[in-house]
């Protein structure tokens, strides 16, 4: 067994990047999920990381994701970064393209979760997070494909968040209420930081990993500055 582990399922850059270069600074043993595992290859490098080709809608792929875990250590925490996605007006969506983003944002999410779940219950420790939008909170017109799966991620978070505080299981939601910068983001023709900082989203998400269990929140949203609500 070596140090507590961190799960980040749906791996990519940006957030996904930024948790895994926190985590691994702070001593967890990051492991990486992803459809594609090759774009974590400068990643991995750069951290230490393992990364496990994952479909977070198949619960075979899922469970074979948490046994790799199981043999790095003990599991500390899942961040679910997992998002499906379909947009467009309803009468044009594709029911295929919606059930699949509903497979891998919502079903997703629930599968990861649940192996997450049974792990640190018995454990009696540990945080299981789940990356929101906007969309979590309001449907935009034209945006039911994504709307369906963030709503149900955060039913799914509040449900959880429920039954497993008084397990000592910590749960929790973030609403990320705008866009994440990016190293292609033309950021020179905004006002500075209007977009969401990668790192600084992390540093938030590590934060309430450690918050202390008299005080422990099950939703945070984060938003720019320059928002007018």
């Known amino acids: 067994m070596t140090s507590n582990v961190a799960v980040i399922a749906g791996a990519g850059s940006g957030l996904s990047a930024s948790l895994a270069r926190?985590?691994?600074?702070?001593?967890?043993?990051?492991?990486?999920?992803?459809?594609?595992?090759?774009?974590?290859?400068?990643?991995?490098a750069q951290t230490g990381a393992q990364a496990v080709a994952t479909d977070v809608s198949d619960p075979a792929s899922v469970e074979g994701l948490f046994d790799v875990a199981d043999k790095a250590g003990p599991l500390s925490l899942l961040v679910f970064n997992a998002s499906g996605r379909a947009r467009g007006p309803i009468a044009e969506l594709d029911p295929e393209a919606v059930r699949q983003a509903l497979l891998v944002g919502a079903y997703g999410g629930f599968l990861v979760a649940q192996q997450a779940a049974r792990r640190l219950i018995a454990q009696?420790?540990?945080?299981?997070?789940?990356?929101?939008?906007?969309?979590?909170?309001?449907?935009?017109?034209?945006?039911?494909?994504?709307?369906?799966?963030?709503?149900?991620l955060r039913g799914l978070a509040q449900s959880m968040a429920r039954e497993l505080a008084p397990?000592?299981?910590?749960?929790?939601?973030?609403?990320?209420?705008?866009?994440?910068?990016?190293?292609?983001?033309?950021?020179?023709?905004?006002?500075?930081?209007?977009?969401?900082?990668?790192?600084?989203?992390?540093?938030?998400?590590?934060?309430?990993h450690r918050q202390h269990?008299?005080?422990?929140?099950?939703?945070?949203?984060?938003?720019?500055?320059?928002?007018?609500?």
């Open 167 to 208: 397990k000592n299981i910590h749960v929790a939601h973030f609403i990320i209420d705008g866009a994440i910068a990016s190293a292609v983001s033309d950021q020179e023709s905004e006002p500075q930081d209007r977009r969401l900082s990668p790192d600084a989203i992390a540093e938030a998400y590590l934060a309430i």
């Open 124 to 152: 009696g420790a540990g945080s299981i997070f789940f990356t929101g939008a906007t969309a979590s909170v309001k449907g935009f017109a034209g945006s039911a494909g994504f709307a369906m799966p963030k709503f149900g």
């Open 22 to 44: 926190l985590l691994a600074r702070e001593g967890f043993h990051v492991i990486l999920a992803a459809r594609n595992i090759e774009k974590l290859d400068a990643l991995r």
């Open 213 to 229: 269990r008299s005080a422990w929140t099950w939703e945070m949203e984060l938003r720019p500055w320059v928002e007018t609500f």
